[in-house]
């Protein structure tokens, strides 16, 4: 079992920057993919940002350039570093913790910190 916290959610100006933090209560990095998804009112849960235990990284095409990901290992946490904020960034966001095993799929999620991007 894994549990993941996140923190730093919050609201800021367009043009902003917001870093969101999830700490998992174990170290898993090394066998799970890390991943930062968002869902807005009335729209399905998407895919923000993905990380790999290799290191490769995969981005939402609307947010490339803008938010990064990146992990202390240390400290069992993963980032999310968000820049140039625009109001249509406005979700929850939720840290996902993914693994396959052979048919299996292993997922843990966080409760999800809000941002909101608003003058």
């Known amino acids: 079992q894994v549990q993941l916290v996140e923190s730093g959610g919050g609201l800021v100006q367009p043009g902003g920057s917001l870093r969101l933090s999830c700490s998992a209560s174990r170290s898993i990095f090394s066998i799970y993919t890390m991943n930062w998804y968002r869902q807005a009112p009335g729209k399905q849960r998407m895919l923000v940002a993905g990380?790999?235990?290799?290191?490769?990284?995969n981005y939402l095409s609307s947010v490339k350039g803008r938010f990064t990901i990146s992990r202390d290992n240390a400290k069992n946490t993963v980032y999310l570093q968000m820049d140039s904020l625009k109001p249509e960034d406005t979700a929850v966001y939720y840290c996902?913790?993914?693994?396959?095993?052979?048919?299996?799929?292993?997922?843990?999620w966080g409760q999800g910190t809000q941002v909101t991007v608003s003058s």
């Open positions: 996902n913790a993914h693994r396959l095993v052979g048919l299996a799929s292993y997922d843990y």
């Open positions: 990380l790999a235990p290799g290191g490769s990284t």
